[in-house]
């Protein structure tokens, strides 16, 4: 009931809904103990709504944006405790009083310091926004920008301002209780000129010495910085805040290829969450603005994923169009017939050219080219039996999709019982639950099976942790779990990630990695790593969410996995360990792998994960696995072969594209200077044999 209630109610925790509800009772209180009238009740009820705000504040529940969206925002709620208060001054027959005036004069000239406050706090975030937010981009010694006004003046600005009643409260509820004039006219007095302060404190960072540089002179100076570092190949993405991991799987890639690199973003959200890299970057939001930046020294622009807001780089003919997806599976995502834009579509092995030779959606072969997957570098191949500790099975299903398909994911029909299934399993085996970061965004009944999920793991772990058949090692996890702390307080203090607080016009100023701490807390987050798996016992249930571990950590501390249809299976090959994938939509054993070629290999389930033993059976036991060859034949069809490098062959694609988009320009400019010439005097035919002549030296050179 609570868990139903907290998702109604639109909160994140039990405490967070105790919150609401007492600040949503607060109101309908606080005007009985004005009408009664009762001094310490009003005083007791406004305090705990008082506090139960600041808390879910705090939060960031986003109960709070609903409420503004029913018109019971945040200065409705404080203008509405103001107000109850004046009703209780007059219930106590002080209405005839001057302090009740000057309680009526301080509450109005209050709220009308509401609107020139708003302005400016407005005024001064439009005025720092830059119109180009970098990262690993010199712009300290091109642009003067100066540093931004201090956070306690913005940052929660409404809130601070509006608690600035505090003090009139204060002071006339001491003055209804004790009949003090002067408690009355101080409480008014000091609310009234801390909101004067608070406004007159902002007025000079409005100043033009306060502020950016203009738009068009941002705009410049990146291009001028464009022109001087010249980059040849550039990763472009779109999406939403979710979407980051998106791109992030290929941060790393980035900072390995050979040729000069630049990561171009469009929304300020995804840089925020962008993984720390040491690649140049550059969030261009408007349309306008990226369409108008001088990128003619780029020769390969790649792209990982398929959005509208793609065409404003797609338009520019200098460079060459790749697109390089987030991930190889068997969805239909996968073979998106919108990839005709791109001059190239970059695939990890065979089966992605097949996959698009089946679909039949105009991608033509020659376009398609098998480069790997550098991503999956840090993925170990499987060694065997764990030894000594139970086997590890994984469970990663994928998302419900932007449709209510049965086969979009297992969460639905199936989550439950291979959950049960797997903790039940005799043997015994360690589960580690980790769900797609989207589970439940779309569908409620998604969300809802993921959370009975995670409390059947839960539950299984409490009884798992008091079977006398565990024993746990409470010294080696307690350091471990010490070990954890330090280095997590130590990577925070690297500070290598954007700062979601911090003022985008400072983070592009001083936006440049430290090599240093970029190399430590690339070792750090490695350590982190295996001390997180000497935290708990090795044979403990886990639900793993968030950033960390990464799912490619998940996978070398499991032996087997179960998921869907999701490019999670093809990297898991990687491994060449046992999977199983669930037939969720109940296709049928033979036809489930004549779809998708991702399961040829695998164990098939169905909805009620009958199918798994077999799985079992494969990890406790690989001499008796009869999928072993199997894999190895499906790893090289679907992510190509180990040698050369997967770095190898991307760098080798992306060399060959930017020599072609060369070629073109080169043929181009010298088309238009024969062109040129026939108009002065020579002939139009001579001008196209010439440049077309040029423009074949350079492509067989």
Not at 514 to 524: F, G, I, S, T, Y
Not at 564 to 571: A, F, H, P, Q
């Amino acid at each position: 009931m609570i868990s139903t209630a907290i998702r109604v109610a639109r909160v994140g925790s039990a405490a967070e809904l105790a919150a609401a509800v007492l600040m949503m009772l607060g109101y309908p209180c606080l005007m009985l103990a004005a009408l009664v009238p009762s001094i310490p009740a009003f005083a007791a009820v406004a305090a705990v709504t008082y506090l139960a705000d600041l808390y879910l504040h705090r939060k960031g529940t986003y109960l709070l944006s609903l409420l503004s969206r029913l018109r019971v925002g945040l200065p409705i709620r404080f203008l509405v405790r103001e107000l109850l208060l004046i009703l209780l001054l007059a219930r106590l027959e002080l209405s005839d009083e001057p302090v009740f005036y000057a309680a009526i004069a301080c509450f109005a000239l209050f709220f009308g310091l509401q609107a020139p406050h708003g302005a400016l706090i407005t005024l001064i975030g439009k005025r720092r926004q830059m119109p180009v937010v970098t990262r690993n981009v010199d712009l300290v010694s091109r642009l003067p920008i100066p540093d931004a006004p201090p956070r306690r003046l913005m940052t929660r600005a409404a809130l601070k301002m509006l608690h600035l009643d505090l003090a009139a409260m204060a002071g006339l509820l001491v003055y209804a209780a004790t009949g003090s004039d002067a408690a009355g006219y101080a409480g008014a007095a000091v609310t009234v000129v801390l909101g004067l302060l608070y406004v007159a404190a902002l007025v000079p960072y409005l100043r033009a010495r306060r502020l950016p540089p203009k738009p068009d002179k941002v705009l410049a100076v990146v291009s001028t910085w464009l022109r001087e570092y010249r980059p040849e190949t550039v990763l472009y993405f779109s999406g939403s805040k979710e979407s980051a991991y998106q791109v992030n799987m290929w941060v790393e890639t980035m900072e390995q290829i050979d040729s000069r690199p630049l990561i171009i973003l469009r929304e300020r959200a995804v840089l925020e969450r962008l993984a720390p890299t040491t690649v140049p970057v550059v969030c261009v939001p408007g349309g306008v603005h990226l369409m108008n930046m001088d990128l003619s020294m780029v020769r390969v622009a790649l792209y990982a994923a398929n959005v509208g807001k793609n065409i404003h780089l797609l338009r520019v003919p200098t460079m060459k169009h790749v697109f390089i997806g987030h991930g190889d599976s068997d969805k239909l995502a996968s073979v998106n017939p919108f990839s005709k834009a791109y001059d190239e579509v970059w695939t990890a092995g065979r089966a992605g050219r097949d996959r698009y030779a089946i679909a039949d959606v105009g991608i033509r072969d020659e376009d398609i080219v098998e480069v790997g997957r550098p991503q999956l570098a840090p993925i170990e191949t499987w060694s065997g039996a764990p030894g000594d500790r139970i086997p590890t099975i994984l469970y990663a299903p994928t998302w419900e999709g932007w449709d209510d398909n049965p086969g979009n994911t297992s969460i639905l029909l199936a989550g439950e019982n291979i959950v049960k299934k797997l903790v039940a399993a005799e043997p015994p085996v360690r589960v580690l639950y980790k769900p797609h970061p989207f589970t439940g965004t779309r569908s409620a009944k998604a969300g809802a099976a993921h959370r009975r999920i995670t409390a059947l793991i839960k539950k299984a772990a409490e009884r798992r942790a008091a079977d006398p058949r565990f024993t746990a090692d409470p010294a080696g996890q307690a350091k471990a779990a010490a070990e954890l702390t330090r280095l997590k307080a130590r990577l925070e203090e690297l500070s290598l990630s954007f700062d979601e607080k911090a003022d985008e016009a400072v983070t592009s100023r001083d936006g440049i990695v430290d090599m240093r701490k970029h190399e430590e807390a690339a070792r750090l987050r490695a350590e982190w790593n295996a001390a997180y798996w000497r935290s708990f016992p090795s044979f403990e249930h886990r639900v793993i969410t968030g950033a960390e571990p990464r799912l490619y950590d998940c996978f070398n501390a499991s032996e087997g996995m179960v998921s869907d249809i999701s490019s999670v299976v093809s990297d898991f090959i990687a491994s060449g360990k046992p999977y199983a994938v669930t037939d969720s939509a109940e296709l049928g054993a033979e036809e489930f792998r004549r779809q998708n070629t991702a399961v040829r290999a695998a164990v098939i389930l169905d909805n009620g994960a009958e199918g798994l033993d077999l799985l079992l059976d494969a990890v406790r036991d690989p001499a008796a696995d009869p999928l072993a060859e199997d894999r190895k034949a499906l790893k090289q069809y679907l992510l190509g072969p180990d040698e050369p490098t997967s770095l190898q062959q991307f760098d080798t694609a992306i060399a060959d594209l930017a020599l072609k988009a060369e070629a073109r320009n080169v043929g181009q400019e010298s088309r238009i200077a024969a062109a040129a010439e026939g108009a002065a005097g020579g002939t139009a035919e001579g001008a196209a044999a010439g440049g077309t002549a040029l423009a074949n030296e350079v492509t067989a050179g």
